[in-house]
C-alpha cells in the first residue's frame, strides 16, 4: 500500500507562484511514476506533469503548463514537487498526485490507470 500526501496549495494572485510537494509513504518505490492531475469544479480531471523514477528522468507536461511549471523529485525524501509559475485563474483546480508500479510518463500518460492517489491540495488564482 502507498500512501500520498499532497501540501503547499492556497490563494495567489495571478502570475505568482506556489509549490506543491507529494510526499509518499509505504511501499513506494523511487522507480514508480509521479503524476500530477488537476480537476475544476465542472470540468474533467487533467493531466499536468508526470515525471518518471530513478534512471529514467522522463517528464511530461501537458501543453497549458508547458514552460510555466516544473516537476521535480527528491527521491531522499520520497517526494516530488511542482513548482508553479506565471499562474493564471484558469490554473485554480484541486491538485493530486498518483503513482503506480506500472505506470510511465509517456506521450499519453495522462490516460493511464494510477492506483495510489493522494486526497487533493486545492489552489485558487485570483485575477
Known amino acids: 500500500q502507498v500512501e500520498l500526501v499532497e501540501s503547499g496549495g492556497g490563494l495567489v494572485q495571478a502570475g505568482g507562484s506556489l509549490r506543491l510537494s507529494c510526499t509518499a509513504s509505504g511501499s513506494t518505490s523511487d522507480y514508480y511514476a509521479v503524476g500530477w492531475f488537476r480537476q475544476a469544479p465542472g470540468k474533467e480531471r487533467e493531466g499536468v506533469s508526470c515525471?518518471?523514477?530513478?534512471?529514467?528522468?522522463?517528464?511530461q507536461y501537458s501543453e497549458s503548463v508547458k514552460g510555466r511549471f516544473t516537476i521535480s523529485r527528491d527521491n531522499a525524501k520520497k517526494t516530488v514537487y511542482l513548482q508553479m509559475n506565471s499562474l493564471r485563474p484558469d490554473d485554480t483546480a484541486i491538485y493530486y498526485c498518483?503513482?503506480?508500479?506500472?505506470?510511465?510518463?509517456?506521450?499519453?500518460?495522462?490516460?493511464?490507470?494510477?492506483?495510489?492517489w493522494g486526497q487533493g491540495t486545492q489552489v485558487t488564482v485570483s485575477s
Open positions: 515525471i518518471m523514477g530513478t534512471q529514467d528522468g522522463r517528464i
Open positions: 498518483a503513482t503506480d508500479p506500472v505506470a510511465w510518463c509517456g506521450v499519453n500518460w495522462a490516460e493511464l490507470s494510477f492506483d495510489y
